[in-house]
């Protein structure tokens, strides 16, 4: 079984700063991760995904994601934030092999100050 | 790429009736389709999953009577919520794996159910 935890359910940050989100997972067998943003009353968009190989996955919009299987660990960062970032932010995680069930964290609601 | 529509994007039912609910992929190939629902400021909880041609496997907790599944092809599925009650206000989102490659699922905009 896994699981997802995303610490801090609310996180807030002026416009210009670094974003960090926070993720960890528990995972029997090597897991596929990944990030998804959703914007109200809309579906899931993928941010980026980590299979195998490079550890630092580059995403869209400027969002990044760097594997550290010692911290079981999969925090997505931004350099600068913009306005238009300000959404909800899941990670999830399933395993090699298995239908692809996701099992998502409770999500990261983000603010951006301006 | 990779695009998923469902309709509607919202509906409105008297308690009682039932709804269904379309999740298509526009532009692949779905060999397994995922429903989940949401609640208000909370994370996805998958319902179930389907192949196309085959029944859907649900989820512990999640009433295979009320909550039907078909996936008759490889680009629709359908949600039926029979016999829908105040509780069932939920919103809906599916998402499918594209034929071939199994590690991404792409997620549907979402479909708001409210009964009254």
């Known amino acids: 079984a896994q699981s997802v935890t995303q610490l801090g359910s609310h996180v807030s940050v002026s416009e210009g700063a670094l974003v960090l989100l926070r993720c960890n997972y528990s995972?029997?067998?090597?897991?596929?991760l990944f990030w998804y943003v959703q914007y109200p009353n809309q579906g899931l968009q993928l941010l980026l995904k980590?299979?195998?190989?490079?550890?630092l996955v580059k995403g869209i919009n400027g969002f990044e994601a760097e594997f550290k299987k010692s911290e079981t660990s999969f925090h997505l960062t931004k350099p600068s934030a913009h306005m238009s970032d300000a959404a909800e932010y899941f990670c999830?995680?399933?395993?090699?092999?298995?239908?692809?069930?996701?099992?998502f964290g409770s999500g990261t609601q983000l603010t951006v100050l301006p | 790429g990779a695009v998923v529509s469902q309709h509607p994007s919202w509906v409105i039912c008297k308690s009682g009736t039932s709804v269904k609910i379309e999740c298509r992929s526009l532009d692949f190939q779905a060999t397994t389709m995922f429903w989940y629902r949401q609640f208000p400021k909370q994370s996805l909880m998958l319902m179930a999953t389907?192949?196309?041609?085959?029944?859907?496997?649900?989820e512990q907790g999640v009433e295979k009577d009320k909550f039907l599944i078909n996936h008759a092809s490889l680009t629709l599925s359908t949600l039926t919520v029979t016999s829908a009650h105040p509780e069932d206000s939920s919103f809906y989102i599916c998402?499918?794996?594209?034929?071939?490659?199994?590690?991404?699922?792409?997620f549907g905009p979402g479909t708001r159910l409210t009964v009254l």
């Open positions: 995972s029997s067998v090597p897991p596929y």
């Open positions: 389907s192949n196309e041609g085959s029944k859907a496997t649900y």
């Open positions: 998402s499918a794996n594209e034929r071939g490659l199994r590690d991404t699922q792409y």
């Open positions: 980590y299979t195998t190989g490079a550890t």
């Open positions: 999830a995680v399933t395993l090699r092999g298995s239908a692809r069930q996701l099992t």
